[in-house]
């Protein structure tokens, strides 16, 4: 898009947007649902920094965030800083650096925003605001468990009806792929395909390796394990190797917590789920809303990673993605989110003390409330808290006079005296 000469160019790089009044009020009524729900279940917050020496940030990112992440010289140190594409490298950092004498377990909970590089024509968010926790020193179904009926309450909080949590076991999988011959491209199109739940190109690629029958078997099962809890019967009869059945009787003592929370109308078991298989060692899970093809949360276990900054402790948590939640919820949120101020006063005469005395009674009552401080007619400042969503106008006459309150919404006008006006209710 072209400007005139007199116009300065003001447009954006991809992947970053404005957010105007409508959508800023959305996104915060998404954080505050989501910190209400890890406050009940016992966590704290934490602030993390938006640079980080590349070399540190480093220890605890995947192959796949390295090559993500925004980097530049520090005029400072000589050393290479970085924007994090993800949090839980940082939160990780913190507690293994700055926490490690508490007791544990540590749980931590954080909101903000992080940029990765993304590939030009992808049409993906490089700016990305993430919410979630993170629950170190724990190991177990029963902390697994936590995790999930605990994205299951934030979803419901923050206006979700219809949505799935599909939980996966990357352990199982490894253990299937245990007698994989040693070609990692082949794996890595073999992992792909099982992904995308496409059975025909599995079969072909299988073709081209030296498996026993067996081990082709428990390969060629995988696409179809998914499901209610019915799949763990049916994935016990399709291994034989015992890493996979380890995994799937930690998943069954999952499902048994999550009955108990009563949470489980809201789960699928899905075998077949293999993202973030470098990353996790365990149950992993994935929150997708009715209509919606992205997740807007993902999460599981990590036991690997505060090890990376010399403090080995087990490790599960999950992240939402307030930009999927708000593309998700946005018609709801149009019902829970109202982004209007209480009342514009409006001064009639020229002494201006009286208006000014009612605005600071009236945000000391705790509504939210604006001088209108243009000289302008009664019908103009009408006009004005019309557009800019204000609740009501109070038209203030002279000190200690009848203040005239009028309801956008209707146009009805009532007078209060000062009287009434030390306790409103609107």
């Not at 999550?258 to 149950?283: M, P, Q, S």
Request: hydrophobic content about 40%; aromatic content about 8%; some cysteine.
């Amino acid at each position: 898009m072209r400007f005139s000469d007199s116009q300065p160019e003001t447009d954006l790089p991809k992947g970053v947007r404005d957010f105007l009044p409508l959508k800023a009020a959305k996104v915060e009524y998404l954080q505050q649902q989501l910190q209400q729900v890890y406050r009940a279940w016992g966590f704290r917050p934490l602030i993390t920094p938006q640079l980080e020496y590349l070399d540190v940030l480093e220890l605890g990112l995947g192959e796949g965030l390295q090559e993500r992440t925004f980097r530049f010289d520090d005029r400072q140190s000589g050393r290479l800083l970085a924007f994090p594409p993800d949090m839980t490298p940082q939160i990780a950092r913190i507690a293994a650096t700055r926490m490690s004498e508490l007791p544990l377990p540590l749980r931590l909970s954080y909101h903000g925003r992080v940029l990765r590089h993304t590939e030009q024509q992808a049409g993906k968010d490089r700016d990305i605001f993430q919410s979630g926790v993170e629950l170190i020193g724990l190991d177990g179904p029963e902390a697994d468990a936590e995790m999930i009926a605990m994205a299951i309450e934030a979803l419901k909080a923050v206006g979700a009806k219809e949505f799935t949590v599909d939980i996966g076991q990357v352990e199982f999988f490894r253990g299937v792929m245990d007698s994989f011959p040693a070609d990692e491209r082949l794996a890595h199109q073999v992992a792909d395909a099982i992904l995308r739940k496409d059975s025909s190109e599995l079969t072909l690629l299988l073709e081209k390796t030296v498996l026993a029958a067996a081990a082709r078997e428990e390969i060629l099962a995988l696409p179809r394990l998914y499901g209610g809890r019915e799949v763990l019967e049916r994935a016990e009869k399709s291994v034989r190797n015992e890493r996979s059945r380890r995994a799937l009787d930690s998943l069954a003592q999952v499902l048994d917590v999550l009955e108990v929370y009563g949470v489980l109308e809201h789960v699928t078991v899905d075998l077949g789920e293999l993202r973030g298989l470098n990353y996790h060692t365990g149950i992993t899970f994935q929150g997708f809303l009715s209509g919606v093809g992205r997740t807007v949360c993902s999460g599981g276990r990590y036991n690997n990673l505060t090890a990376q900054y010399g403090f080995p402790a087990p490790a599960t948590g999950f992240t939402f993605s307030l930009l999927h939640l708000l593309f998700a919820l946005d018609k709801i949120l149009d019902e829970a989110v109202v982004p209007a101020c209480d009342l514009l006063i409006f001064s009639t005469g020229e002494n201006l003390r009286a208006a000014q005395e009612l605005a600071c009674l009236l945000r000391g009552q705790g509504y939210s409330v604006a001088r209108d401080i243009l000289e302008r007619s009664e019908d103009e400042a009408l006009n004005y808290a019309r557009q800019m969503n204000y609740r009501y106008l109070a038209v203030v006459a002279g000190e200690h006079q009848d203040i005239e309150l009028i309801k956008l919404a209707n146009g009805n006008r009532e007078k209060r005296s000062w009287q009434q006006l030390q306790k409103l209710e609107l």
